[in-house]
């Protein structure tokens, strides 16, 4: 049962919301802890149930990671930090490959450079640019999809 990807389950919220904590903190060094906690409620309060949520679970089916999907855009890719370069975020994508087709899209916070160099390496390529967040915030984000330029598979 190792590195199995299952859909949301209400009974993993809470632990999906303690790895979106761990990554967020770990990731996104330019955010406050107030934005942090602006982002965290809208976490706990209901964002993993509004989009299609797929986790990867590790051998003890506990969860190491997931991705939120609505139709074919990525609103959230988020792994534990202690788990970080195994793969997960590779498979996760590839997982959303199989079930919406090549044809995605993500932003991702400019800030963030390592977010950025995964999605790059996994084959998305930037398509725009905007000066705040999803959420009006002044986070600039960049615009990917997946294979804009050239397709890598994986």
């Not at 770990?26 to 906690?37: G, P, R, S, V």
């Not at 679970?57 to 890719?77: A, Q, R, S, V, Y």
């Not at 788990?83 to 800030?111: P, T, W």
Request: hydrophobic share 35%; net charge negative; aromatic share 10%.
């Amino acid at each position: 049962m190792s590195n199995e990807i299952v859909a949301y389950q209400d009974k993993d919220h809470d632990k999906l919301v303690d790895i979106w904590h761990k990554a967020v903190v770990h990731t996104h060094t330019f955010l406050t802890e107030k934005d942090i906690q602006f982002y965290h409620d809208i976490v706990k309060n209901g964002a993993l149930k509004e989009v299609e949520t797929w986790v990867e679970m590790n051998e003890n089916t506990e969860p190491t990671g997931f991705i939120g999907l609505d139709g074919t855009k990525i609103e959230m890719l988020f792994v534990d930090p202690k788990y970080h370069g195994k793969g997960i975020g590779s498979r996760l994508i590839n997982h959303a490959v199989k079930l919406k087709g090549r044809n995605l899209q993500v932003d991702v916070n400019e800030q963030n450079e390592g977010a950025y160099a995964f999605y790059k390496r996994v084959g998305f390529d930037q398509v725009g640019r905007s000066e705040l967040d999803s959420s009006g915030q002044p986070f600039p984000l960049l615009h990917l999809e997946l294979g804009a330029i050239s397709c890598k598979t994986y």
